[in-house]
């Protein structure tokens, strides 16, 4: 499993410096003194006052859940395995972009000559495993706004995000654009009082990439203020297919990357996927 990184907390220590001024008094006898008598000796100056405590630093803004939606409205609809993935890489956003212009330039290499190229990257496992879906890698190295505040809300916010995608997913099922075809079963389950929904791929070794425009699947959309991401689809894909619900691209092999644990992410979808990247298990 792949953890999100850690955010730093700093700690700010403050000292705080009192100066008392203190004065020698003679006794007994008088001392000559170098002022002229009609002056006299200025009193110390009083001790200045500490400054007040700093005060903690507001918390970091967190997204509301309609906020939550519309950030995960063009990726709630993928297979589970895919989904975690690309939940994981956007927590690494400067990874995904080297990844995709790495994947651009290497664009000749295929098979077990490209895993083993990407294997020997610094990246993170699920950055390196984006690589075997190109289309989507690009997609999120392309929308680097997005996908920048995608990772903040999976760090901060992690279990909010699950449940808005799991909201967005009974959307889609009651709008009957959330259905079982050759690339993808979906199944219903019953946890803890509500239903979660998942979604593999029909055959392990394919990964089928679904796209839709977020008004068609999920039906009006309720929250005027926070439309839901979109930016269209390929030039490949037929426009009726998408005014239609889902459609799906060319499926990508798995099998040089190895089988993905997809059971691992259709369990815990409704928390933080616990899921080997494809090729990486």
Request: glycine share 6%.
């Given at each position: 499993m792949?953890?999100?990184r850690s955010?730093?907390?700093?700690?700010?220590?403050?000292w705080f410096f009192v100066l008392t001024p203190s004065a020698v008094m003679a006794q007994n006898?008088?001392?000559?003194?170098?002022?002229?008598?009609?002056?006299?000796?200025?009193a110390a100056s009083p001790a200045q006052p500490a400054p007040p405590p700093a005060q903690p630093a507001p918390a970091e803004k967190l997204l509301k859940p309609e906020e939550l939606e519309a950030l995960v409205a063009p990726i709630?609809?993928?297979?589970?395995?895919?989904?975690?993935?690309?939940?994981?890489?956007?927590?690494?956003?400067?990874?995904?972009?080297?990844?995709?212009r790495w994947a651009t330039e290497n664009k000749k290499l295929k098979g077990e000559r490209l895993k083993a190229a990407v294997d020997r990257q610094s990246w993170d496992d699920s950055v390196k495993s984006l690589v075997a879906t190109p289309d989507v890698l690009a997609m999120i190295s392309s929308q680097l706004d997005w996908t920048v505040k995608l990772g903040e809300a999976v760090l901060a916010q992690q279990s909010e995000v699950m449940d808005a995608i799991q909201r967005l997913r009974a959307k889609?099922?009651?709008?009957?654009?959330?259905?079982?075809?050759?690339?993808?079963?979906?199944?219903?389950?019953?946890?803890?009082?509500?239903?979660?929904?998942?979604i593999e791929p029909t055959d392990p070794n394919?990964?089928?990439?679904?796209?839709?425009?977020?008004a068609v699947v999920y039906g009006t959309w309720p929250y005027a203020d926070y439309p839901p991401y979109y930016w269209g689809y390929p030039g490949y894909i037929a426009g009726g297919l998408i005014a239609a619900?889902?459609?799906?691209g060319a499926g990508w092999a798995l099998?040089?990357?190895?089988?993905?644990?997809?059971?691992?992410?259709?369990?815990?979808?409704g928390a933080m996927p616990a899921l080997s990247p494809i090729g990486h298990g």
């Open positions: 792949i953890l999100p955010v730093k907390v700093a700690s700010l220590i403050l006898q008088q001392a000559p003194s170098a002022v002229p008598p009609s002056q006299s000796t200025p709630a609809l993928y297979p589970d395995n895919l989904l975690s993935l690309v939940l994981m890489a956007s927590t690494y956003p400067v990874e995904v972009v080297q990844a995709d889609a099922d009651a709008n009957n654009k959330l259905t079982s075809t050759k690339e993808q079963k979906v199944t219903k389950t019953q946890e803890g009082g509500r239903t979660l929904i998942a394919m990964l089928y990439v679904p796209y839709y425009d977020p619900g889902l459609a799906f099998s040089n990357w190895g089988a993905a644990d997809i059971g691992g992410a259709a369990e815990s979808i």
